[in-house]
């Protein structure tokens, strides 16, 4: 005879799920039931609303698949309760949002409260007046298991959490998860780090670093709504994969106003990219120096009046000396400010100067007659012919093809052979016909910054920000300048020619020196054999950087065979297909047709990267310049001698080794009929 519900503790848990589970579908009906047709003063505001009624209904709804709560805390005292002796406690269920009854109590805390934070950082040394701390372990969103730990009973020894090992553990089908469930406190303290500074964290392989500045976003909004929800917030990945892999986060948490971009699609607005450049000329124009060039040259447009102003109005004639006007100008250049602006204020200034004299001879204008004024055909044409209007985009492309004018703007800052690297061999006719690249992009962008001031968000995340160039950084650097970042990458897997050398100069560039810099180096992803084994390339890539150290108990699957063709790499994949979860076979890209076709004629279908798996599909075959930030429970890694060699130095080349290295979560078979890079010797 089944134990009464009083009398089983997992029993009660289902409950209190089932009870949380309805009380959910509560609140959403309500919102769904709002009527909201005599509330708004017209169709605009109606729009708005009923647009905002949407997300708040999507944001409560009910993921079958997904635990309501994963955690429970029995506090010792009520939090911010007197805690004399005798005083009662309080329980509180952890969850990915907030959950309360037709009454308004809680029944499940969001993750991001200050009372849930215990759950992340409470130990047996400092139990932050914790008495229990639960665990949930669940099987397709069905409670099956709890765990408990005695946080204030000294006569528990600490444990290692078993159902904390099996969730980080879990096999990884289809796109990245949130880690809400796993946080550890290293991660905590950064997730929970203020608004106003900017935090950059360099974190090996399986870290947790992008979760980290995902969930960081997530408690920023939570904290801080209603500033972010006014200013904005933004997630920079490397490509459209990546982001594609990470999109399903931050919706699970609830947040759906973040918006996501690659860093060419902050900067490619209205410009079609077509072109690439050779790795000598992107290095030269990802340098921090061409920002002077660039600034010089729009600065050039402007030249010193050598006539005065006359204004006509009526029968009186208003004359400014050239002189006066020349003081202004200066002035204006003195002050730094944006040349558009600069630009849009000079014909105020001139008409200022026209009122004075209007004033000091007996008339009273007022600041329509100065606004007329400043429309004056004499005035317009005068600061046309001294501030004339400039175009980001031609202005770019005259650097890039007219060596006279590269040479005049960039003399002291690049030198003869610097200016010939980036000059364009053919001229081009229009700013339309031009084959721009990402890095011409971004020059245009820092153009058009000089002009007119780029748009701040209140929050900016910056993932996988150890390839981005000092111009690219200053990019972003705009999007964020009145506001904070987050910045994640790893110094060891930058993969471009002008990859990252150091934090602090990155922050530098980004406009933030005061950020501040913290490490992860505890692997919760990447298995022991597997990171000890890509380990070995680091002090070739990255000398300084602590290795990181595995703490799964699990110590993973890793085997280093030779081959005897693409059959054999056919079969590793077909070997690993077997397990339970997703399974990746990464090549260097000139590889990859081949060993499509393989796969092809083997019968076995394979997936794009950031395509999401399915029960029949669990195969992707993955590029090496794609695989970075991408995770796979399996991996098959072909010819890591190609991997190198596809790069344009071993230095680069051996990067982009070991983050192909690292993308395995649980076992990782590495095949080649090539000798191996001397790098993995050892």
């Known amino acids: 005879m089944p134990a009464p519900i009083d009398d089983d503790p997992l029993a009660r848990e289902r409950s209190h799920l089932a009870g949380s589970r309805a009380a959910l579908r509560a609140m959403r009906e309500d919102v769904e039931s709002l009527d909201i047709k005599d509330v708004t003063a017209n169709w605009v505001n109606a729009e708005v609303l009923a647009r905002q009624i949407g997300e708040r209904i999507k944001s409560l709804a009910d993921l079958s698949d997904t635990p309501l709560f994963f955690g429970r805390l029995d506090y010792l005292h009520s ?50 007046d914790v008495g229990l701390r639960r665990r949930f372990g669940y099987t397709r969103g069905d409670i099956t298991a709890y765990e408990d730990e005695h946080l204030s009973d000294p006569a528990e020894a600490a444990a290692t959490s078993k159902l904390l090992q099996q969730e980080i553990e879990r096999p990884r089908v289809g796109p990245m998860r949130d880690i809400v469930a796993t946080i550890q406190p290293e991660q905590d303290e950064i997730v929970r780090s203020g608004l106003g500074g900017t ?30 929800a006014r200013t904005g917030t933004l997630v920079i990945g490397p490509n459209r994969s990546f982001l594609h892999y990470i999109e399903q986060v931050l919706p699970a948490l609830g947040e759906l106003t973040v918006k996501q971009a690659t860093v060419d699609d902050l900067v490619a607005t209205g410009l079609e990219v077509r072109g690439t450049d050779e790795a000598p000329a992107a290095v030269l124009k990802g340098d921090a120096r061409m920002a002077e060039v660039l600034r010089r040259a729009v600065y050039s447009h402007v030249t010193m009046p050598t006539e005065p102003v006359m204004v006509v109005r009526g029968s009186r004639r208003w004359r400014v000396p050239a002189y006066e006007i020349e003081e202004t100008v200066r002035e204006l250049l003195h002050r730094g400010i944006r040349y558009g ?20 001879s007996g008339e009273a204008p007022d600041d329509r007659v100065q606004d007329a004024v400043a429309r004056n055909p004499a005035v317009k044409a005068a600061v046309k012919a001294i501030w004339p209007p400039v175009d980001p985009a031609k202005l770019v492309l005259r650097l890039l093809t007219d060596a006279d004018f590269l040479a005049e703007h960039a003399e002291g800052v690049l030198d003869e052979d610097e200016q010939k690297t980036i000059l364009w061999a053919k001229p081009v006719r229009s700013v339309k016909s031009a084959k721009w690249s990402s890095a011409d992009a971004v020059l245009i962008d820092e153009a058009t910054d000089l002009v007119e001031r780029t748009h701040s968000l209140g929050h900016v995340v910056l993932d996988e920000a150890q390839d981005l160039s000092p111009m690219q950084y200053r990019a972003v650097g705009r999007r964020c300048s009145t506001g904070s970042a987050t910045v994640l990458g790893d110094l060891a897997q930058g993969t471009t020619p002008w ?14 020196s005061d950020g501040v810099i913290e490490e992860l180096t505890a692997g919760f992803r990447v298995p022991t054999d597997v990171i000890t084994y890509a380990s070995r390339l680091l002090p070739h890539i990255a000398p300084g950087l602590t290795p990181v150290a595995s703490v799964r108990e699990n110590p993973g699957f890793f085997d280093l065979r030779e081959n005897s063709g693409t059959a054999d790499v056919v079969a590793a994949c077909e070997e690993l297909l077997r397990n339970e979860g997703s399974t990746g076979l990464i090549a260097a890209d000139a590889r990859v047709p081949v060993l499509a076709q393989a796969l092809t004629a083997a019968g076995i279908p394979y997936l794009a990267p950031g395509e999401e798996t399915t029960a029949e599909t669990r195969l992707t075959l993955v590029p090496a310049s794609l695989a970075k930030g991408l995770e796979y429970d399996y991996v098959v890694l072909d010819e890591p001698q190609a991997v190198v060699d596809g790069e344009p130095d071993e230095r680069t080349g051996l990067r982009r080794l070991y983050v192909a290295l690292t993308r395995a979560v649980s076992g990782l078979i590495v095949t080649h009929a090539a000798p191996l890079p001397a790098a993995l010797a050892g």
């Open 499 to 512: 990859a990252t050398r150091s934090w602090d100069e990155a922050l530098a560039h980004l406009g933030k």
């Open 341 to 360: 602006a600069a630009r849009e204020a000079l014909p105020q200034r001139i008409a200022h100067a026209v009122l004075v004299q209007m004033e000091r």
């Open 79 to 128: 939090p911010g309760a007197d805690r004399a002796e005798g005083a009662e406690g309080e329980r509180f269920y952890i969850g990915r949002r907030h959950v309360h009854d037709h009454d308004g109590d809680p029944m499940v805390i969001d993750w991001r409260a200050p009372v849930s934070q215990p759950f992340y950082r409470a130990s047996k040394k400092d139990p932050m």
């Open 199 to 228: 935090v950059c964290v360099q974190g090996g392989p399986g870290t947790g670093k992008t979760a980290v500045g995902l969930h960081r976003v997530a408690y920023l909004l939570y904290a801080h709504r209603e500033r972010l």
